[in-house]
């Protein structure tokens, strides 16, 4: 562990290295995500040093910056130091797995220094801490803590489109239908939820007792959901499960006071000659103070010929959203058409890329040049494809 202490009194940085380095903050990493506005589920402890348990000897080096006003944990940064090419690239832990990527600072101001001062300090202690050339941020959500390092960060540095995500309003599903605009969207709507409760879709909750055999359920239906189409091998693999059950177990027996919870949701069906009650599909949330998230979910494919299963899911979610007080449902990276039937509103995250010293600018413009061509390849393959 490397230390350095401010001129300033009170002030101090360090570095911490390992997969527990996390675990080794604990409650300070805890409290410090319940006082960062702009936190996401994926920024809570439970979620990064599950990742690191099951991915993170494979995916770099890891490095945890803390920074400290006397004594209190007011700034931190949990980040895996790769090589890209010729250049050392600072990536947030997680990355793969999250669908916005952060850093966090307290901006509660109770009791601490102003948020922009923690921002300064966070941003100092990334450079001067650590031995790196880029600083590379997908998928940043607007009004984020890194944005606010980009907008101080002394060096040169990259801004670029990310992935489109889809929000609702963490209102009954019936509610938010009678807001929409467009009267055929809401009359369809309207009759999707009355087949809906026809049929009789029960959900439970999943306790942490049954985590492992849930998640062995779950994934098996979303691999019976994508069996005749391109799947993501990844969702397949026994590391991604491991990681989804360790979250859902740790953040089911730790409750709300962390600020996150991984919710598992099954739904059933009762079949009306036999009376037997049939596991149909199975949703996983990720609930944060301000947002929940339509992490992955799975089902029988005969399903679709009886219900609506989008609307079935997310009317589920949103109430649990509205149950909860959480302001957002957020259905999380992705553009698919289903989605859209539900007339949600559109966020885009962004892409920051942050350089460190001339050579780190070197590899900012290589980096700029790679997702240009990608960029223009697509473009070359939509037009194909169209021909």
Known sequence: MAESTSRDTGWTADVTSGAEALDALGAEWDRLFLRCSAATPFQSRIWLSSWCRWYGPASGRLRVVSVRYRGVLVGAAALVLTRQWLWRVLRPVGVEQSDFCDVLVDDSGDGVPDARAIVGRLAAAIRGELRFDVLDFPDVRPGSVLARVRDGWRGAAMEAPGEVCLSLPGVPMGEHVESIETTKLRQQLRRRLRELDRVGLEARLIPSAEAEDAMARFLELH??????????????????????????????????????????????????????????????????????????????????????????????????????????????????????????????????????????????????????????????????IRR
């Open 223 to 384: 691999r019976q959901q994508w069996a005749d189409r391109p799947v993501n091998t990844e969702h397949l693999t026994e590391r991604f499960r491991g990681h989804l059950t360790t979250v859902l177990r740790a953040s089911t027996e730790a409750g709300e006071t962390v600020g996150f919870q991984a919710v598992l949701a099954e739904f059933s069906l009762k079949n009306k000659d036999t009376l037997e009650v049939e596991h149909v599909a199975s949703d996983l949330l990720v609930v944060g103070r301000s947002m929940v998230g339509g992490y992955l979910y799975g089902y029988l494919p005969t399903l679709r010929s009886r219900v609506d299963v989008s609307v079935a899911l997310t009317r589920a979610a949103m109430t649990m959203a509205a149950e909860r007080g959480i302001p957002e449902l957020s259905l999380l990276r992705g553009t698919e058409p289903h989605k859209y039937r539900l007339s949600p509103n559109e966020v885009r995250s962004v892409r920051i890329v942050l350089a460190n010293g001339f050579w780190g600018a070197a590899g900012l413009g290589a980096i700029r040049g790679r997702a240009l061509t990608s960029k223009a390849v697509k473009r070359l393959r939509l037009r194909l």
